[in-house]
């Protein structure tokens, strides 16, 4: 049974920082890319950034770009997500998600997702 659970969100000021994990079982988790996204109230799911197995190659989605980092720990199977400089729009439920079959950037291609993690930033 493959399980991704999601920790660290919060509530945090403008400009503040939060880092987000993403504790994965069930699978063999260097093996596979995994991926961040968010929800806002209202808003379709929308892409962060992925990561490839290695941790490699990664791709952030330009609002992001400079302020998020992923990194993978896969002797912990834990994604992360280093969030800095944070502004009120990115508040958002922000899920992880494992094994994009196609578009990295497309929700649909994911077959494992987590619960998802509230973040709200403040103005």
């Known amino acids: 049974q493959v399980q991704l659970v999601e920790s660290g969100g919060g509530l945090v000021q403008a400009g503040g920082s939060l880092r987000l994990s993403c504790a994965v079982s069930g699978l063999a988790f260097g093996s596979y890319p995994m991926g961040w996204f968010r929800q806002a109230p209202g808003k379709e799911r929308e892409f962060v950034v992925v990561t490839s197995g290695s941790g490699s190659t990664t791709y952030y989605a330009d609002s992001v770009k400079g302020r998020f980092t992923i990194s993978r720990d896969n002797a912990k199977n834990t994604v992360y997500l280093q969030m800095n400089s944070l502004k009120p729009e990115d508040t958002a439920v922000y899920y992880c998600?494992?094994?994009?079959?196609?578009?990295?950037?497309?929700?649909?291609?994911?077959?494992?997702w987590g619960q998802g993690t509230q973040v709200t930033v403040s103005s």
């Open positions: 998600a494992a094994d994009p079959d196609g578009s990295y950037k497309d929700a649909g291609s994911y077959e494992y």
